[in-house]
């Protein structure tokens, strides 16, 4: 029942930008986390960027200072802006809900979107 809708992938040059978008939708009544995942060609997945309810965030060390994540709760929707960025940014990225909950009789779940390309030239 709960989607993950993202949007802004694309090519860009290195050096520039992007702003990625993810919006939950749903009977939803409570996100635990969103964040941002992201996967190579040939890699591992691994956490980007992530965003709790009351506001901490995580960034993984190679987009410190680069990429920041905001997150509007109102909306269930999660961005990261992705600033300065470099060819080994290539990656397929993720949006994640962690703790999304849809009944309050039930236990939380995990969604994950379907992924958005981001490809920077060199």
């Known amino acids: 029942q709960v989607q993950l809708v993202e949007s802004g992938g694309g090519l860009v040059q290195a050096g520039g930008s992007l702003r990625l978008s993810c919006a939950a939708s749903?009977?939803?009544?409570?996100?635990?986390?969103m964040g941002w995942y992201r996967q190579g060609p040939g890699k591992q997945r691994e956490l980007v960027a992530l965003?709790?309810?009351?506001?901490?965030?995580n960034y993984v060390d190679s987009v410190k200072g680069r990429f920041t994540i905001s997150r509007d709760n109102a909306k269930n929707t999660v961005y990261l802006q992705m600033n300065s960025l470099k060819p080994e940014d290539t990656a397929v990225y993720y949006c994640?809900?962690?703790?999304?909950?849809?009944?309050?009789?039930?236990?939380?779940?995990?969604?994950w979107g379907q992924g958005t390309q981001v490809t920077v030239s060199s």
């Open positions: 994640n809900a962690e703790g999304v909950r849809t009944d309050w009789r039930s236990q939380r779940k995990d969604y």
């Open positions: 965003k709790t309810t009351d506001g901490r965030t």
């Open positions: 749903g009977n939803i009544i409570s996100i635990n986390n």
